[in-house]
């Protein structure tokens, strides 16, 4: 009794099983690596161009801010025991408020790029978010999955949306 309970059961497993790998096989999956076409496309590339010139000066003068800081403090340093008591402490309070002028400066800078980086990255998701749905469509998908821990190169479509993006009018 046991052991027709434990065949039947054992066929009903093994017809659900070969059901479902064909069924599997019907299945058109694609992967896409996004950090590629961050990487890769010319989109991407002219959005960080575009981030490079709009903050370059911007981190010119910070770094230029930086290095008379340093000078002067270097001078202070040397000086230092040439000078009356209320004089370095004077100089010194002068150099603390500059570096804390700096430090808030740098905070700003770093904030303003990370913003607009993330403005830059989101445009450039949501262009190829709409490159991947028109392959979708197209090739008829039935799932396309993006940032995979394991894809196989047969499935992995990322050339193609980098090939799509790249070919579409900036």
Same mark, same amino acid.
């Given at each position: 009794?046991?052991s027709?309970l434990?065949?039947?059961?054992?066929?009903?497993?093994?017809?659900?099983?070969?059901?479902l790998?064909?069924?599997?096989?019907?299945?058109?999956?694609?992967?896409?690596n996004?950090?590629?076409?961050?990487?890769?496309?010319? $989109?991407? %590339?002219?959005?960080? *161009?575009?981030l490079?010139? +709009?903050?370059? !000066? =911007?981190?010119?003068?910070l770094? &230029? #801010?930086?290095?008379?800081?340093?000078?002067?403090?270097?001078? $202070?340093? %040397?000086?230092?025991? *040439?000078?009356?008591?209320? +004089?370095?402490a !004077? =100089?010194?309070?002068?150099?603390? &408020? #500059?570096d804390?002028?700096?430090?808030?400066?740098?905070?700003?800078?770093n904030?303003?790029?990370?913003?607009?980086?993330?403005e +830059?990255?989101?445009?450039?998701?949501?262009?190829?978010?709409?490159?991947?749905?028109?392959?979708?469509?197209?090739?008829?998908?039935?799932?396309?999955?993006?940032?995979?821990?394991?894809?196989?190169?047969?499935?992995?479509?990322?050339?193609?949306v980098?090939?799509a993006l790249?070919?579409?009018k900036?």
């Open positions: 009794m046991k027709t434990l065949k039947m059961v054992a066929a009903v497993a093994l017809t659900a099983a070969t059901a790998a064909a069924q599997a096989q019907d299945l058109k999956i694609g992967y896409v996004s950090e590629r076409i961050l990487r890769e496309t010319n $989109l991407a %590339k002219a959005s960080e *161009a575009k490079q010139a +709009e903050f370059s !000066r =911007r981190e010119k003068t770094l &230029e #801010q930086e290095g008379k800081l340093r000078s002067a403090a270097e001078k $202070l340093d %040397k000086e230092g025991p *040439a000078l009356t008591e209320t +004089e370095r !004077r =100089r010194q309070r002068e150099l603390i &408020e #500059q804390r002028d700096l430090q808030r400066k740098r905070r700003e800078f904030e303003d790029v990370a913003q607009r980086k993330n +830059e990255l989101a445009a450039v998701i949501e262009k190829a978010n709409k490159v991947i749905k028109q392959i979708f469509e197209q090739d008829k998908y039935d799932l396309i999955v993006q940032d995979a821990v394991h894809a196989s190169a047969r499935v992995d479509i990322t050339k193609k980098i090939d790249n070919a579409q900036p």
